[in-house]
Every structure is written in C-alpha cells, then in structure tokens.
T-cell receptor, first 109, second 116 residues
Framework: DAKTTQPPSMDCAEGRAANLPCNHS???????VYWYRQIHSQGPQYIIH???NNETNEMASLIITEDRKSSTLILPHATLRDTAVYYC??????????FGTGTRLQVFP | NAGVMQNPRHLVRRRGQEARLRCSPM?????VYWYRQLPEEGLKFMVY????????ESGMPKERFSAEFPKEGPSILRIQQVVRGDSAAYFC??????????????FGNGTRLTVT
C-alpha cells in the first residue's frame, strides 16, 4: 500500500500558483494517485488523479515524477476559495481510499 | 446530473436514541462508501457496500452501528443508542465500480450528527 506524506500546512498569495507536494515512495506500478480537497464543513471534492503521465483539468495540474515516488498538485492561480485541506491518496489497489492528514492550504489576499 | 445526496444535513439526537443517516448515490453508481470525521480529525473509512451486499466493514465499530444498501432506495447508516462520542460528520461517497482505476469517488456534503 502506498503511504503518502504531505506537509501539514502551506501558504499561498492570491493569484499565485500553489504547488502542493506529496511523497509516495512505496507506490506500486499500477496504483493511481488521487487528489481531493475538503473546504471547511463540506464533503471532500475530487480534484484530479494520475498514474504515470502528467494530467491537467479545469481545476488543477498534476505532475508525477518519472520514478513515481512523488507528485505535485498545481493550482495555477490560487483564489481565496481554494483555502482547504488537500489530500494526496494512493489507491492501494484495494476497495477503499484511505485519507491521511493532508496539507492545509491557506490562500491570503 | 445530481451528485451524491445525503440527508438530513444536520441531525440532533439525545443519548440512547437511534440515528438514521441516508445516502442516495449518483445516478448509475452502485457502490457506496461511508466515512466518519470526528471534530478536528481526518476522514475515517467505515464501510463499503454494493447493492444488497456489504463488501468491507472493517472500519465499522463492532456494536451499535450498521449499514445497508437495499435493492431499491438509499443506503442507510444506522446508529443505535447513540452516545456523545458519536457526534461527528458522516460522509457518503459513491462510484460506478469498486476499483478506483480511473473511477474517483464522489462525496456528498455529509450529515452532521450532534448527540446531546
């Protein structure tokens, strides 16, 4: 099972890119990496996921290193509404997603 | 396209009463997951169900908690004889298949249970 490690907190200025790192050094070859976020009092929101290639959607970009031991979630132009706890999760090749403690991102004006 | 619907949003129960939390998955999703989030803590997996079957209940407390997902209707998480320690946010998620490859979970906005 891929255990993920994230910094507990980060700050980002509004309008700047937020780069959130995640280490998953034990990830196996067919395990996806998922990113979710939880804005205060709301349910977790799916952001993006990837296996080997970098991915981009309307919310964010996901950069996965070639050895797949780490990844970075990029919010290209952070807004105040992006303040949330961000979770990086390896899918464990099992029947459930296990959430860690995540990174608390604070976007400031 | 409606997302995962949970009700009620807020539920207040006295100690010893029963709590029933409902979850309607997204259309076309036959896999439902329940998670619990205690105040100031992370999300903890409780149970995974498919229609009429419990697939994985490794995160469910051994007593007072049960879950079902009948052939018709929503999934129900039932807590009997609630205690103050059951106060938490309970989130439901659904997916079209049980394996996550290219199939992320979609979460509802939760039910906040307060036990007085």
């Amino acid at each position: 099972d891929a255990k993920t490690t994230q910094p507990p907190s980060m700050d980002c200025a509004e309008g700047r890119a937020a780069n959130l790192p995640c280490n998953h050094s034990t990830i196996s070859g067919n395990e996806y990496v998922y990113w979710y976020r939880q804005i205060h009092s709301q349910g977790p929101q799916y952001i993006i996921h990837g296996l080997k290639n970098n991915e981009t959607n309307e919310m964010a970009s996901l950069i996965i290193t070639e050895d797949r031991k780490s990844s970075t979630l990029i919010l290209p132009h952070a807004t105040l509404r992006d303040t949330a706890v961000y979770y990086c999760i390896g899918d464990h090749n099992t029947d459930k997603l296990i959430f860690g403690t995540g990174t608390r991102l604070q976007v400031f004006p | 396209n409606a997302g995962v619907m949970q009700n009620p949003r807020h539920l207040v129960r006295r100690r010893g009463q029963e709590a029933r939390l409902r979850c309607s998955p997204m259309k076309g999703h036959s896999h439902v997951y329940w998670y619990r989030q205690l105040p100031e803590e992370g999300l903890k997996f409780m149970v995974y169900l498919q229609k009429e079957n419990i697939i994985d209940e490794s995160g469910m407390p051994k007593e007072r908690f049960s879950a079902e997902f009948p052939k018709e209707g929503p999934s129900i998480l039932r807590i009997q004889q609630v205690v103050r320690g059951d106060s938490a946010a309970y989130f439901c998620a659904s997916s079209p298949s049980g394996k996550f490859n290219n199939s992320p979970l979609h979460f509802g906005n939760g039910t906040r249970l307060t036990v007085t």
